[in-house]
């Protein structure tokens, strides 16, 4: 059976939420935890958790 392919997938990325624990469509990188080993990792906070705890995307902040 042959199926047609969509010339482009939709690109919907979904990352993690920390603050409401789940996954979200709208998630931006507000910043990283720091881990004992290893690099750190990146932490994501939804549209209405950014709104809700005054979250700045990361690449609004600085660097
Ligand atoms: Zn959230």
């Known amino acids: 059976?042959?199926?047609?392919?969509?010339?482009r997938l939709p690109?919907?990325?979904f990352t993690w939420c920390q603050w409401?624990?789940?996954?979200?469509?709208?998630g931006?990188?507000?910043?990283?935890?720091?881990?004992?080993s290893g690099p750190g990792?990146?932490?994501?906070?939804?549209a209405p958790c950014r709104q809700e705890h005054d979250?700045?995307?990361w690449s609004?902040?600085?660097l």
């Not at 059976?1 to 010339?7: A, D, K």
């Not at 409401?20 to 709208?26: C, R, S, V």
């Not at 931006?28 to 004992?36: D, K, P, R």
């Open 1 to 7: 059976m042959y199926e047609e392919q969509p010339s």
């Open 28 to 36: 931006l990188m507000v910043g990283a935890i720091e881990q004992g």
């Open 11 to 13: 690109v919907q990325t």
């Open 41 to 46: 990792m990146s932490v994501y906070a939804c």
């Open 20 to 26: 409401h624990e789940g996954y979200t469509a709208t």
């Open 60 to 62: 609004e902040t600085g």
């Open 55 to 57: 979250l700045r995307p």
